[in-house]
């Protein structure tokens, strides 16, 4: 009797201690199917276009998206509704100072610190930290995640990365050349061991 009481007792602490001891899953983007496209809008009109993924990592535990890291390359942004002269005047633009300033900041990153489970087992509140021109602002937002993609629409409030170019906030007699403050981010990324 004492040693199943023993078999018992030891095959119970192994469960509990594997349990514990889990480690996450890292899962790394695949950036060739990855997308990632960008949306500013303006009093006149909007713009838009892509931007490339560098590298990204999720890691998670038990299927749930625990951390995570990802890097834009920002030399690579695109305009998708210009074409020619037009459309490398508003990526050169972009690329300034005015803007991005590609030249010393060539890439943004995102370091997922928390997402929060929702009653649909796929969708969750991400928070973590965004960083743009050097300058690093927590954002939230909602994404779709599982073990293979994710996805997710992000609103950027460019003034916050000292990006005030065209800003009614900074400007008052902009008028009708005002470009809004918020800028959209969609990305939607295929995941790989």
Known sequence: MKNVVFVFTALIAGLLVSSFDSKPTILKVDTS???????GKKVTGQHGGTVSLKSGTLSFDNGVPVSGEFVIDMNSITCTDLQGEYADK???????????????HSTAKFVLKNAAATINPKKFVVTG???????TQSVSFDAMIDMASASAKIIVDRTKYNIKYGSASFFDSIGDKAINNDFEFEVNLALMK
């Open 33 to 39: 199917k990855s997308t990632a496209k960008w949306l």
């Open 90 to 104: 508003l990526i050169g633009h972009l690329k300034s100072d005015d803007f991005f300033g590609v030249s010393n």
């Open 129 to 135: 930290d965004l960083t743009i021109k050097g300058i």
